[in-house]
């Protein structure tokens, strides 16, 4: 990531943080609503007994919403910022937060799956999310999910990115043949799963549909 859009998000989240401290307003989320998104992301499949990674963790509350003792998930979260990967990991018993920056990092292990909850909302850019879902693609085994703030809003909050359901769906068929995209939860946002396991009975259907 270039220094000036690194500095530019560290600071951004950072200013939030002084104002709310640990709360979702501190994430850019001023209205929380989290648990819905975290549900709808974690339908993408049944994720018990897998590795998940989450990129752009926050205070890693996906974690909690997930309840990954229960279900036997071996979770690891990273971040850009420091001070949430502090609290994160003041605040979790279970589960590995890192200071990360999903851009440069190379993992030495796959996951099953990879979540991006929140972390385009400040980079309004088509060729960081491809480069992105590339990038969560080679590292997960079973696929993906990501959301977005919608282009289908009637106001945008100055310095947020907001993306075209129909032009991230084009990006995700071109990585994957099997993708969903969820415009159905929030009314300004949006999610796409995108699965790696694309196998075609002799019926032509996908082989979770047989
Ligand atoms: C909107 S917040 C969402 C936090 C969390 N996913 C949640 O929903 O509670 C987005 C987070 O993504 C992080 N982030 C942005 N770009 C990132 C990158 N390239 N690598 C890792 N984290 C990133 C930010 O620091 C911020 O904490």
Not at 128 to 139: A, D, F, G, S
Request: charged share 30%; net charge positive.
């Amino acid at each position: 990531m270039k220094k000036e859009i690194h500095d530019a998000i560290y600071n951004h989240y950072t200013e939030l943080f002084q104002n709310h401290g640990k709360k979702p307003a501190s994430l850019g989320w001023p209205k929380g609503r989290q648990d819905i998104r975290f549900k709808v992301m974690s339908e993408i499949a049944n994720i018990k007994n897998s590795k998940i990674l989450d990129i752009g963790c926050g205070f890693g509350d996906f974690l909690t919403y997930l309840n990954v003792k229960k279900r036997n998930i071996e979770y690891t979260g990273i971040d850009i910022n420091p001070i949430f990967i502090k609290i994160a990991k003041s605040i979790h018993s279970s589960g590995s937060f890192q200071k990360r920056d999903i851009e440069i990092t190379k993992f030495s292990k796959k996951f099953d799956w990879s979540f991006a909850i929140g972390t385009t909302n400040m980079k309004g850019n088509y060729d960081y999310v491809e480069n992105l879902m590339t990038e969560m693609l080679k590292i997960s085994k079973k696929g993906i999910a990501m959301d977005f703030m919608s282009s289908y809003v009637d106001f945008k909050r100055k310095g947020s990115s907001h993306f075209s359901p129909e032009k991230i769906f084009k990006i995700a068929k071109k990585l994957s043949k099997r993708v969903s995209i969820r415009h159905d939860y929030l009314p300004f946002e949006f999610c796409v799963y995108v699965y790696k396991d694309s196998v075609l009975t002799k019926n032509q259907t996908f082989k979770d549909f047989k």
